[in-house]
Nanobody, 128 residues
Framework: QVQLVESGGGLVQAGGSLRVSCAAS????????MAWFRQAPGKEREFVAR????????LYTDSVKGRFTISSDNAKNTVYLQMNSLKPEDTAVYYC?????????????????????WGQGTQVTVSS
């Protein structure tokens, strides 16, 4: 059974940095893609970043390009999201998600419905 456990959220001032982690367990993830989504109060869950576990190919939503970096540590089965130059509008619950890559190529833009497994979420709050 796949389990995703996020950690590392918290409160940070605007302009600061935070790193959230997602520890994955329950299977071999080499053929999987991992992603971070976020959901702010009253808003829909939105894609933030994704990484293809075997190739390392990454993709970001435009609003975080140049500020956020997704990475993976295959030995630890852990995916990270390094968030720099944080803004108040980055405040949200951040969710880790996993799905089998299958036919999807490096240009695939993830949607919520593409993912089979989700973590419980971690709160990130950016104060102004």
């Amino acid at each position: 059974q796949v389990q995703l456990v996020e950690s590392g959220g918290g409160l940070v001032q605007a302009g600061g940095s935070l790193r959230v982690s997602c520890a994955a367990s329950g299977r071999t993830f080499s053929s999987y893609a991992m992603a971070w989504f976020r959901q702010a109060p009253g808003k829909e869950r939105e894609f933030v970043a994704r990484i293809m576990w075997n190739s390392g190919a990454t993709l970001y939503t435009d609003s975080v390009k140049g500020r956020f970096t997704i990475s993976s540590d295959n030995a630890k089965n852990t995916v990270y999201l390094q968030m720099n130059s944080l803004k108040p509008e980055d405040t949200a619950v951040y969710y880790c998600a996993a799905t089998f890559v299958g036919f999807r190529g490096s240009s695939w833009y993830p949607k919520v419905r593409d993912f089979d497994y989700w973590g419980q979420g971690t709160q990130v709050t950016v104060s102004s």
